[in-house]
């Protein structure tokens, strides 16, 4: 399997409770592991950066469920290659 790394920005779309942080990471652990994807989240109210690291297709394909997630708004790629390692 080919790595990739995704970083996007985007906008939260309401301002983000520590519980609605909590719930999210718990969410985003729990199904990042099922799709062996790494990375890094970070809240800056209001702001969202994200790194994904894994699989082409399955780092693709969260990247856009990621973008209908009404969480965020103006979503943008800033980041997509290849790489060798995750980090």
Do not use: W
Not at 42 to 60: H, R, S
């Amino acid at each position: 399997m080919s790595l990739y790394c995704l970083v996007y920005t985007s906008i939260a779309s309401k301002k983000m409770s520590d519980d609605d942080l909590k719930f999210l990471l718990k969410t985003i652990r729990k199904n990042n592991e099922i799709r062996e994807v790494t990375g890094i989240l970070l809240y800056l109210d209001p702001f969202f950066i994200q790194v994904l690291e894994g699989g082409e297709a399955v780092v693709t394909d969260l990247f856009n469920r990621i973008k209908q997630d009404s969480r965020h708004n103006k979503v943008s790629l800033i980041y997509k290659k290849p790489i060798e390692e995750r980090y």
